[in-house]
């Protein structure tokens, strides 16, 4: 079955960095677009950036451009956000995402705090 399974989250100082993971299993990687949300409680979910599958384009909430960067190794079935100056308004649940078959798939989420 499809997993997608999350880490790399923790407390970070403003400024600081993280890179969060997504290792997907059960479906062929390399031929799905994969997407990183958030959520902060109260709020709806939210697309923070996204990776095609064979042409690599990218896609950023605007707020999160220049910061941060989303990567995918095909060959580890693994997509990767690269968080840069990180604000305290990136606090929140981040989510891995695909589509296969028509069917959603999240992951359980890998929380990121910025605090000082």
């Known amino acids: 079955q499809v997993q997608l399974v999350e880490s790399g989250g923790g407390l970070v100082q403003p400024g600081g960095s993280l890179r969060l993971s997504c290792v997907a299993s059960?479906?062929?990687?390399?031929?799905?677009?994969m997407n990183w949300y958030r959520q902060v409680p109260g709020k709806e979910r939210e697309l923070v950036a996204q990776i095609d599958s064979f042409s690599d384009r990218t896609n950023y909430l605007d707020s999160v451009k220049g910061r941060f960067t989303i990567s995918r190794d095909n060959a580890k079935n693994t997509v990767y956000l690269q968080m840069n100056s990180l604000k305290p308004e990136d606090t929140a649940v981040y989510y891995c995402?695909?589509?296969?078959?028509?069917?959603?798939?999240w992951g359980q989420g890998t929380q990121v705090i910025v605090s000082s």
């Open positions: 995402y695909t589509q296969v078959s028509l069917y959603e798939y």
């Open positions: 059960g479906f062929i990687f390399s031929s799905k677009s």
